[in-house]
């Protein structure tokens, strides 16, 4: 086979994985834009573009260096500066931990204490250590705070022309979708379009029967961006194991076995501080729970694994984070960290497929919502997007709380740091987290919070403290997802 030949099979297909993506359509648009500069010469493109590529040995072209590695993680100078402070602050707690209660960081296991723990390693949940004295090391009240904290040097904020976003607790001039850009970047979702969570419950939509086939083909062709596409409309229960191991690229494959047999091996080996928070951790929250505390054995071990995993250090390159030198890993576990696994437990009952597709979710969604970062799909970007769509649209409501001192998003942030995992029902969970994975954003998440308080706002124009507005909001398992979304969405007056 010649070199051109391969070239255009390789082309080929890159664009057949790309399509469907949100990556293929942005390039699709960029190249469309470039047709029209005089420069370029559609006769002579593919020329072009190979000499190119080889005379520039594939680098950037001369003018545009390559941007130092802090600025891949997050290209904001204060919220690079915030982030370190903030893993400053976390790294003291844990030490200050170790050093009071005269635990090390780190120590290697008596063999009696291994054997014991590889006996049990099926129900460590009927183990009762005592953990009275361990603490979390912060709860997500202790990071808003430091979220609302945050300001830019170089931005003059009396310049806003908007007197509502003065209102807000987020003072941080970032860029976040309103109502229009949200309808036309959730087009699926629209108030005609068939969806799993709405359809299912009424009449069946007569798209329902193609999409089960659908959701079969995909699952036979293992074409992740299709079927990320598919997710969009939501995952029938059936299949949506399979379908979002297939978009996360989780195969399970007798190496991934392997690494999780050799982190499990690290965990009888070796007991970490940090074991002792996250068993302090499910006990706090999941084991608490109507709808997990039966998967609180698949918790430890998922955890104590992922807390081993240098697999993960990976995502340290593109997360402002960076991971502390006294650690393994450098994922410090925070008070309802457990909830990111938890529901998924309902989709996978082999503990490396549960391992896998959580660390793949993780590294790709999670470490957002406890990081401090400019990313759209970052915590700051959530909790602004939050504020700006109750500002805008539901005016009064946010108003009357700010006045009686009930602050929504000091009510909606325990919502969206844990990506409502532990307050919605785990139906209705998944099928936000469809969504997730079908957008590749956890821009949904804010959305919702805002959705919850438009459904809600009858009632809350009623309330006249924080305590009475919370317990307004205090139960949000009866909700429906999808019906909340496409409403506030689709149907709300611009």
Same mark, same amino acid.
């Given at each position: 086979m010649d070199?051109?030949?391969?070239?255009?099979?390789?082309?080929?297909q890159i664009v057949q994985r790309l399509k469907g993506s *949100?990556? *293929?359509?942005?390039? @699709?648009s960029q190249a469309k834009e470039c047709l029209h500069q005089p420069e370029i010469k559609l006769e002579s493109l593919k020329e072009d573009v190979r000499s190119f590529l080889k005379t520039s040995g594939g680098q950037l072209?001369?003018? *545009?260096?390559?941007a130092p590695p802090e600025h891949l993680k997050e290209p904001l100078a204060y919220m690079r500066k915030?982030?370190?402070?903030?893993? !400053?602050?976390?790294? !003291?707690?844990?030490?200050?931990?170790?050093? @009071?209660?005269g635990v090390p960081l780190a120590r290697m296991r008596p063999a009696v204490e291994q054997k014991e723990l590889t006996n049990k390693w099926n129900e460590m949940g009927t183990d009762e250590p005592d953990l009275s004295r361990f603490r =979390?090391?912060?709860?997500?009240k202790d990071?808003?705070?430091?979220?609302?904290?945050?300001?830019? =040097?170089?931005?003059?904020?009396?310049?806003?022309?908007? /007197?509502r976003s003065h209102w807000g607790l987020i003072q941080v001039p970032l860029n976040v979708r309103d109502i229009p850009q949200l309808r036309q970047a959730y087009s699926e979702l629209n108030l005609t379009t068939g969806q799993l969570g709405i359809d299912d419950h009424a009449h069946i939509h007569p798209g329902i029967h193609k999409n089960t086939l659908l959701h079969v083909w995909l699952n036979t062709v293992q074409d992740s961006a299709a079927a990320q596409q598919y997710s969009r409309q939501g995952c029938s229960t059936g299949?949506? /194991?399979?379908?979002?191991?297939?978009?996360?690229?989780?195969?399970?494959q007798p190496p991934d076995v392997m690494h999780y047999e050799q982190l499990k091996a690290g965990v009888i080996q070796h007991d970490l501080l940090v074991d002792n928070l996250i068993y302090k951790d499910v006990k706090l929250t999941a084991s608490n729970d109507d709808y997990y505390f039966v998967f609180e054995d698949f918790l430890y071990q998922v955890l104590l694994c992922f807390s081993r995993d240098t697999a993960v250090l990976e995502h340290f390159k593109y997360n402002s984070a960076t991971p502390p030198k006294s650690y393994i890993l450098g994922v410090i576990p925070f008070h309802g960290f457990s909830m990111y696994v938890? =529901?998924?437990?309902?989709?996978?009952?082999? =503990?490396?497929k549960l391992y896998s597709v959580f660390r793949e979710m993780y590294i790709r969604y999670f470490f957002r919502l406890h990081s401090i970062s400019s990313s759209p799909s970052g915590i700051v970007s959530l909790c602004l997007q939050f504020e700006r769509l109750l500002q805008t649209h539901l005016p009064q409501l946010f108003y009357h709380l700010r006045q009686i001192g009930a602050q929504p998003l000091r009510i909606a942030f325990k919502w969206m740091v844990r990506a409502f995992s532990g307050y919605l029902s785990t139906d209705q969970l998944l099928l936000l987290w469809d969504r997730i994975l079908g957008y590749d954003s956890l821009e949904v998440v804010a959305v919702l919070a805002a959705a919850v308080f438009a459904f809600r706002a009858e009632n809350l124009m009623e309330v006249t403290s924080l305590a009475s507005a919370e317990a307004v909001l205090a139960d949000l398992s009866t909700l429906k997802v999808m019906p909340l979304i496409q409403i506030f969405l689709f149907a709300t007056a611009i």
């Open positions: 070199e051109g030949t391969e070239l255009s099979l390789t082309i080929a *949100h990556l *293929h359509s942005q390039i @699709e072209p001369p003018g *545009h260096p390559a915030a982030q370190g402070n903030w893993e !400053k602050r976390v790294l !003291k707690s844990l030490n200050s931990m170790s050093t @009071e209660l =979390p090391v912060y709860a997500p990071f808003l705070e430091v979220l609302i904290s945050l300001r830019n =040097p170089n931005h003059d904020s009396s310049e806003d022309v908007n /007197a299949l949506r /194991a399979d379908l979002w191991a297939l978009i996360l690229n989780s195969t399970n938890a =529901p998924l437990c309902f989709l996978y009952n082999e =503990p490396s």
